[in-house]
């Protein structure tokens, strides 16, 4: 009974963290499909290298800047308040969608004129020979490949949406279900606001941030003379560029709240908090070699003994690259991010349980477009991004604890930082990524029945909001 009744209080969460309006999942989801579109694949590789798939990259990387910006338009017009929503997506996200999936194809069809059976002569040919022209077309958009139907996908779901808005019956920005608010309406200032500024920034400027981060890399490739062929100084000054880029970003979306952040963040923690974010990643990590281990122990000590030596520990385990050790510093301004400024506000707007789902849900949203590839599928992008947010979230609830518990952000970077010093490096033994999201989710449960941590008077939500627990809300305790 207490199963079944965990599983309704889980249910329960879920649906609690869906929009209101179920119209308002087309404008969520075209916008994140438009946004990662020109990262995918936009044409079918062919049998030869004449077809010349590298150089045609460039050509779809600027001409999909439309798209990227579109789908970060039809995300700020779903978050953020402001007047004429309907004519700002028209105005922001559509034309400009239309004008990047007309212009990507008709650099194409002069682009791939050879693949296609035209003439290269493409401007002094068109009118000539216009019926072949109009005949290559739709092999055209059938080679396009995956990325062109992604984005067409994308901006059909945010036309479909200004569709159905056409008399004004929907309401903008997106509310949750489940909504309650103990601060009154948005407004400049409300944790709604911040919220809303800061998830969309964090989603929806990421491509600033990788440029940012790449850039330092370039010129140093240029100029860097014989060191610019060492492996592990531009290892550390990508990790280096991508921390101080991000460590921008997140001053950027965190607003006027930049002193007061970084200051409850960086609260120095007990000691025993920073070990447990330590051990806890290591050995989750370890869960699977160290079954391994124990498997080839038997199987030894059946048939082996006496016959073949013992079973080498370092053929299951081993330890990251001192290297790795540069990892801390991402790791640390992500959750000065995450778990400084947007779960405390998360709590108070939303409760415990579903604010760390949702600060989950935007940690996941904010790794899509690193996570978009040429070399996505349909099926292997859907799992994909749903595999993001499901690890996300499973380890919200652990550096949630671990945050809320210590008063500091110190034990959550710690247990990120060795987490991707695990997963990002060559070892022994690696395990499934499905068992280690199953083991973080499955100690989150048990940390927060066992010892729920109960956020400061500051970060309580209404009494109505959805709980994972009974008791996890009041004042601070000790472990």
Not at 287 to 314: C, N
Request: hydrophobic share 50%; glycine share 8%; with cysteine.
């Amino acid at each position: 009974m207490r199963l079944l009744e965990a599983l309704k209080n889980a249910g329960r969460i879920v649906r609690s963290v869906v929009p209101a309006e179920p119209e308002h999942g087309l404008l969520l989801i075209g916008s994140i499909l438009l946004f990662i579109s020109p990262r995918l694949r936009w044409w079918i590789p062919g049998p030869s290298p004449l077809w010349g798939i590298g150089r045609w990259w460039p050509y779809v990387t600027v001409l999909g800047i439309p798209l990227e910006f579109a789908g970060a338009a039809a995300a700020y017009v779903a978050l953020l308040r402001c007047e004429r929503p309907m004519r700002k997506l028209v105005l922001l996200a559509l034309l400009p969608s239309i004008a990047s999936l007309i212009a990507i194809p008709a650099v194409g069809l002069v682009y791939f004129s050879s693949e296609l059976g035209l003439s290269k002569y493409f401007l002094s040919s068109i009118f000539e020979s216009s019926e072949d022209y109009w005949r290559a077309i739709p092999q055209l958009l059938e080679n396009l490949g995956f990325g062109f139907r992604v984005a067409v996908t994308g901006f059909l779901c945010v036309a479909l949406f200004a569709f159905l808005d056409r008399h004004g019956r929907l309401t903008l920005p997106i509310r949750l279900s489940d909504y309650s608010s103990p601060t009154g309406p948005v407004g400049e200032g409300n944790d709604d606001s911040q919220i809303a500024r800061f998830s969309w920034v964090m989603v929806f400027v990421t491509p600033v941030l990788i440029f940012a981060s790449i850039v330092p890399l370039g010129v140093f490739y240029a100029v860097g003379g014989r060191f610019r062929n060492n492996v592990i100084a531009l290892i550390m000054l990508e990790r280096i560029s991508y921390a101080v880029a991000l460590f921008v970003l997140v001053l950027l979306a965190v607003g006027k709240s930049k002193k007061e952040t970084l200051r409850s963040a960086m609260t120095r923690p007990r000691l025993a908090y920073l070990g447990f974010g330590i051990l806890i990643p290591a050995a989750i990590a370890c869960v699977w070699p160290t079954v391994s281990f124990l498997r080839a122990r038997v199987e030894w000590a059946q048939q082996g003994i006496g016959r073949l030596p013992p079973p080498d520990a370092l053929d299951f385990f081993g330890l990251p690259p001192a290297t790795s050790l540069i990892l801390i510093v991402g790791a640390l301004v992500e959750e000065i991010a995450w778990r400084g400024f947007l779960q405390p506000r998360m709590i108070r707007k939303h409760g415990l349980a579903r604010g760390v789902l949702l600060v989950g849900i935007v940690w996941g949203a904010f790794h899509f477009f690193g996570d978009a590839s040429a070399a996505a599928t349909l099926g292997g992008l859907s799992i994909l991004l749903s595999r993001r947010l499901i690890e996300t979230v499973a380890q919200s609830y652990v550096l949630a604890w671990l945050t809320i518990r210590s008063r500091s952000v110190l034990p959550a970077a710690f247990a990120h930082a060795v987490f991707n010093m695990f997963v990002t490096q060559e070892l022994p033994i690696y395990s499934s990524i499905w068992l280690l999201i199953g083991l973080w989710g499955a100690l989150g449960i048990v940390l927060f029945r066992c010892f729920p941590p109960r956020p400061v008077e500051g970060e309580l939500a209404p009494p109505d909001s959805p709980q994972l627990a009974p008791g996890t809300e009041g004042s601070t305790t000790g472990l």
